[in-house]
């Protein structure tokens, strides 16, 4: 009491006075950051599995992605993934749930950007990765259009010869096996088109061809009428 | 007495003393306070709400928000409530971390509190100070959590990974300036003849009050009850350790703010003795993916938390989410005594009630 | 040096004669230059005195302060100046429109006055008042109105608080303030400030009047405004006092007011109880330079030191201690004087 209080007051503001100054340089000097310390969420495309573990622990839906289903294997192909950032609260369920260890935070603090729409963060299917399965897979689609190429060329062979036996598989009425032979000797784009539908689809050639006849027919009317006036 | 028109003055929601959105609206005769109203929900965010759709580990990083002043003590009251309800054990070494990063948190919490008086009565220099040293702690939960103020460390079955190498040393080293922290705050606040005039006999809650209101934690100690829930029904591994609970008996603002600085000391007491006894071992129980608890089945469970007592009342339905989750605040409660401890002082006894009541906005809107 | 400043004055006064002015004419110039230098120095001294409160302020709290514009921050008031002079000047659609303009320049305007006074060296004084120091006293009372003014012209019930409480406090510390100056007024037998500086040749007031020093220091403190007893604003429970209202230059107006009142009490606590601008080998224009600035630091010190004391604690401190303890001390001061002169020592 009677002053002695404020006095040993005054003497600690003293003391620390000629103390150093803590005050971190931050924009000058970074600050030393734990090793753990969680800045910006880091996707890793290339590990992922689209298990889809990290978009259920998240509380808040910042994560999200989209896959498609491969026709070679069972796995989800991932096409894009997406971290919402706008609404994480750095809380590392996902990172700790990944089984992949495909996220992690890395120590980039400085997250602020000048539009909403830089916060959310799009990581697209990188081409390397498909270039890598399609350099696995070429030789075989090789093989099998070099396959294909030497049936459409034989067909089309049988077609020029021999039109009216394949084309009575498709068309009903001889009037129009007529038509479409006379149409094909005449184009031979016609011809590869249909040689090339005979090879893959067969239903599709048949309704190619019938689309084929019918325009032939009205043309020719249209030519007559033209020819009446 | 002369007596004089009546008028209302608007403490709050936007008032550099409020500690968040509190809105007190002060009914004023002159200078002399008839009464406080007090406005809530500035800060409600329907955090329960929000648990009723989120899994029971989705809502783990939302209890941090509750008391993010002391971040772990809310989620460490969650975690516990879960792992009541589910029947999961915690490893050893997880309920010593867990020990450790809670009374660090409290002392965070205190200090604050102490910062935080300091700078509502005028005393800028003890902010600074306060702030300074609990810059420490909050480097030390970088070290574990990786987020200095909401860390998200403590999981539901333990921990969320083991501790660093350097974390011993920085807590040891903290543990030990503990006392000459205390010693400057006292040196620059308690013993401050001005200090004390501005809180002895200011805002005394009387122990009936106290219980009346059901107030908890620093305040209901201050007002001579020596309850605490660390004592009166251990949670967690608490039972193991020695420690005192500090209590004065005038329940006064004075008697609140040195409850604050006395269980800086006594934290960190039981802090030495949860660093001399760890153990080797896992971090975390093997729990599954998905948590689901029985249908029916419901927890109460209840923690000392920087505040008083912070309860979670858990309702399952048998799914993965909570049916319905409550949540105590012992803030929500504590505030309710402002108008009492405030009628008859004058305007400038409301702030330092405010201060030393220390609600916290975001656990008592929720 | 000693005479650097007084030559010059001279100086300009005989070259301003001999272009055909009359000496009154004259006269009535060199006091516009002496105005004008004034408000050049206090402008800029406040500049460095923001920036040193800043500078001290984080050196308590062990922080850097101001450090990115300039050398050490220097320029950073500046700026601050430039900004609020650019900011957007609100007047409060219910306020008193008249009051709450001229208020911030009725309290700047009084503070300047309180230089007229001061010595700021060997016979460096605006004019020499026979009665400066009751000059000084009855200016500095008149801030009070500025602020009362500035609280009801806002028409805010935070402004309108803040100035009660600032009139109740200022004319309660009126009083010890006057009270505690009277003991050196007595022992000096002038209110010349001149002749009050003359009086300490041998020894200074300080130690002849050590209670009336402290009287006068706490007294100056609770008239400044400053902490521990800055009522006026407390910004942690007025949101600000008087000032709340008051946006861009005419709150810095306010802000410029309250630093030259703290250079004016500190020059004048230098003057009347630290022997003024007597001092060995440097130029006197320099010593009460010194003193003041070491004045003001004491006061920074305070301010960032302690709490603010409460409103009620406040006015009986002021009645029930300062004012008993200031007459007890004129009492002392007389018995002493009779003393004195009965053992024929003076």
Same mark, same amino acid.
């Given at each position: ?229 | ?99 450790? #990063?809670?009374?660090?948190? +409290?002392?965070? *919490?205190?200090? =604050?509190? $102490?910062?935080?008086? @300091?700078? %509502? ?21 970088? #070290?574990?959590?990786?987020? +200095?103020?909401? *860390?998200?460390? =403590?999981? $539901?079955?333990?921990? @969320?990974? %083991? ?204 | ?346």
């Amino acid at each position: 009491m009677n002053g002695q209080g404020l006095i040993k007051g005054l003497g600690i503001t003293l003391k620390h006075f000629f103390q150093k100054e803590i005050t971190e340089q931050y924009p000058d000097v970074m600050p030393e950051l734990a090793t753990r310390f969680r800045g910006c969420l880091q996707f890793e495309f290339e590990k992922c599995i689209a298990c889809g573990i990290c978009v259920n622990s998240c509380p808040n839906n910042v994560l999200s992605f989209e896959t498609e289903k491969s026709e070679n294997s069972k796995k989800k192909k991932l096409l894009s993934y997406t971290i919402d950032f706008q609404y994480c609260m750095f809380c590392n369920l996902c990172v700790e749930g990944c089984p992949k260890d495909c996220l992690h935070f890395d120590h980039d603090f400085e997250l602020s950007t000048f539009s909403r729409d830089d916060i959310k963060r799009v990581y697209l299917r990188p081409a390397e990765m498909d270039e890598e399965k399609e350099a696995d897979a070429a030789p075989v689609q090789d093989e099998q259009e070099s396959k294909e190429q030497k049936q459409i060329d034989a067909m089309l062979k049988a077609l020029q010869k021999n039109p009216q036996k394949i084309l009575a598989k498709m068309l009903e009425q001889e009037e129009d096996i007529g038509i479409l032979s006379e149409l094909m000797q005449s184009n031979e784009k016609t011809a590869g088109k249909i040689a090339e539908l005979l090879v893959k689809d067969k239903e599709k050639a048949a309704k190619v061809a019938a689309g084929f006849v019918t325009k032939e027919k009205k043309n020719r009317l249209q030519a007559e009428k033209g020819g009446e006036e | 007495m002369m007596q004089s028109d009546i008028y209302n003055v608007n403490v709050g929601p936007i008032h550099p003393s409020t500690h968040g959105g509190l809105h007190a609206e002060a009914v004023m005769d002159g200078e002399i306070i008839q009464d406080v109203i007090v406005h809530l929900g500035y800060v409600h965010r329907s955090v329960e709400k929000i648990a009723e759709s989120k899994t029971y580990q989705q809502f783990v990083p939302y209890t941090a928000r509750l008391d993010y002043l002391a971040t772990n003590l809310p989620v460490l009251g969650y975690c516990q409530a879960v792992e009541k309800l589910l029947g999961i054990e915690v490893p050893e070494r997880a309920e010593y971390i867990r020990i450790i #990063m809670a009374e660090l948190s +409290r002392i965070a *919490s205190h200090q =604050i509190a $102490i910062s935080a008086t @300091g700078i %509502d009565l005028g005393a800028t220099t003890g902010l600074m100070y306060g702030m300074r040293d609990r810059e420490r702690i909050m480097n030390i939960f970088e #070290m574990t959590g990786g987020q +200095r103020l909401l *860390s998200s460390y =403590i999981r $539901i079955g333990g921990v @969320g990974a %083991d501790i660093p190498d350097e974390f011993i040393p920085a807590v040891q080293s903290f543990v030990n300036d503990i006392p000459k922290m205390m010693d400057e705050y006292n040196g620059l606040m308690t013993g401050n003849e001005i200090w004390e005039a501005r809180m002895k006999g200011v805002g005394i809650l009387s122990k009936e009050d106290a219980v009346k209101y059901g107030v908890t934690g620093p305040n209901l100690r201050a007002s001579g009850i020596a309850y605490d829930i660390r004592k009166a029904e251990p949670y967690g591994i608490y039972d193991r350790f020695d420690f005192d609970i500090p209590a004065r008996s005038g329940g006064d603002s004075l008697d609140r703010w040195n409850i604050r600085i006395e269980e800086l000391g006594e934290s960190g007491r039981i802090i030495q003795q949860a660093l001399d006894n760890l153990p080797e071992g896992e971090v975390k129980a093997k729990i599954p993916k998905v948590l689901k608890a029985e249908a029916g089945t419901e927890v109460y469970h209840r923690i000392e938390s920087a505040k008083g007592e912070l309860g979670y009342y858990i309702v399952s339905d048998g799914g993965n989410k909570p049916y319905r989750l409550h949540v105590r605040a012992p803030s929500f409660i504590n505030l309710m005594v402002l108008p009492l401890v405030c009628r008859g002082g004058v305007f400038q006894d409301l702030i330092t009630n405010i201060a030393t009541l220390d609600p916290i906005l975001g656990e008592s809107d929720r | 040096m000693e005479h650097l400043f007084t030559n010059l004055a001279t100086a300009l006064t005989g070259w301003m004669i001999t272009l055909g002015l009359s000496p009154v004419w004259a006269d009535v110039i060199l006091l516009l230059v002496k105005w004008i230098i004034i408000i050049t120095i206090i402008t800029l001294n406040i500049i460095i005195l923001i920036w040193l409160e800043r500078k001290v302020s984080a050196f308590f709290q062990e922080r850097l302060g101001p450090n990115r514009l300039g050398p050490f921050g220097i320029f950073q008031t500046i700026a601050d100046a430039i900004k609020l002079l650019t900011k957007e000047d609100i007047v409060p659609s219910a306020a008193d429109k008249l009051i709450f303009k001229t208020a911030p320049m009725f309290f700047i305007v009084v503070a300047v006055m309180l230089y007229t006074v001061i010595p700021m060296g060997q016979g460096m004084e605006v004019i020499n008042l026979n009665i400066g120091l009751l000059f000084f006293i009855s200016m500095g009372s008149l801030s009070t109105i500025a602020l009362l003014m500035a609280g009801w012209g806002s028409d805010n019930k935070w402004s309108l608080m803040g100035a009660v409480r600032s009139v109740a406090q200022m004319i309660s510390y009126e009083i010890p303030l006057a009270f505690s100056l009277l003991g050196v007024v007595m022992i000096s037998g002038s209110l010349n400030l001149q002749d009050i500086v003359a009086a300490q040749d041998n020894i200074w007031f300080v130690i002849l009047q050590p209670i009336a020093f402290l009287t006068y220091f706490i007294a100056a403190t609770a008239e400044l405004n400053r902490g521990p007893f800055d009522m006026p604003e407390a910004e942690q429970e007025l949101t600000g006092g008087a000032y709340t209202e008051y946006t861009g230059m005419r709150w810095a107006l306010f802000f410029l007011a309250e630093y030259t009142n703290l250079v004016a009490v500190s020059a004048l606590m230098a003057t009347v109880f630290l022997g003024g601008w007597q001092g060995p080998w440097l130029p006197s224009w320099l010593w009460i330079i010194i003193k003041t600035y070491g004045v003001i630091l004491v006061f920074f010190w305070v301010k960032w030191t302690f709490p603010r004391i409460r409103m009620d604690h406040l006015m009986s401190f002021s009645w029930k201690v300062l004012v008993p303890v200031s007459l007890g001390n004129i009492l002392l001061t007389g018995a002493g004087i009779y003393f004195c002169q009965w053992m024929g020592w003076c």
